[in-house]
């Protein structure tokens, strides 16, 4: 005759399964918890976030910021290459670049940065974006790092640079030593023999109003 199992073995029984259930209760509350945070972490980041299957197939997830900049959330990479680069020679040429580099990411097991990128954005503007790759497990993390504002910065910086080299009027730059550090093409034959600028030195009856300019710091008018 077997032994029948005792009333307070069956409560005894019964009060692990309640602990156990409680503790798993805690641990899936703790991951929620967890994930919500690192959601609250990606969604908040300045750099916007894409997540996709490591086929480059399906995109799994796309940070509220990355909603916000470009305005599309498709669910599949060939939807996005047609939102973001709607040209197509210029939609094949990122694909291009793009997927040898994704297979670098993928062997190497590092962060990759692409290059930039002309993103097309829902609202019609453009943004100029660095994008960044790495395989996370089974995951394709893309980080967007938006370069828009810099490189309009660039531009305006480099307009600038070009005034004195085409303005047509003299423009020079002496040290206190009379060298010419600089003349745009207006003002090289005007100060120098050889047509070299860089380490000349500037016409000797003009090295005391130089001189003066230096001293006093104030603007001097010369007639030549």
Not at 14 to 24: A, D, S
Not at 109 to 137: A, P
Request: charged share 30%.
């Amino acid at each position: 005759m077997s032994k029948q199992p005792k009333c307070k073995d069956f409560k005894h029984r019964v009060e692990e399964l309640e602990q156990e259930l409680v503790k798993r209760q805690q641990t899936e509350k703790s991951l929620r918890e967890n994930e919500e945070r690192l959601c609250t972490i990606i969604n908040t980041s300045h750099f916007p976030i894409a997540v996709a299957d490591t086929n480059n197939d399906n995109i799994i997830f796309w940070s509220q910021s990355a909603i916000e900049m470009f305005g599309h959330n498709p669910k599949i990479v060939s939807k996005w290459y047609e939102l973001a680069y709607p040209d197509h020679d210029y939609r094949q040429d990122v694909i291009n670049r793009w997927k040898p580099l994704l297979e670098k990411a993928q062997k190497t097991k590092t962060t990759i940065n692409t290059g930039e990128y002309q993103i097309h954005c829902q609202d019609g503007s453009i943004r100029t974006c660095e994008l960044y790759v790495k395989f996370v497990q089974d995951l394709l993390i893309v980080t967007f790092n938006d370069l828009t504002e810099q490189r309009k910065a660039d531009e305006r910086i480099a307009a600038l640079a070009l005034f004195p080299e085409e303005n047509t009027n003299p423009v020079l730059r002496v040290d206190r030593d009379m060298s010419l550090l600089y003349a745009n093409p207006a003002a090289i034959a005007m100060v120098t023999e050889d047509g070299q600028q860089q380490g000349s030195t500037i016409p000797e009856q003009w090295h005391p109003i130089i001189t003066e300019i230096w001293d006093t710091n104030k603007k001097t008018d010369l007639e030549i």
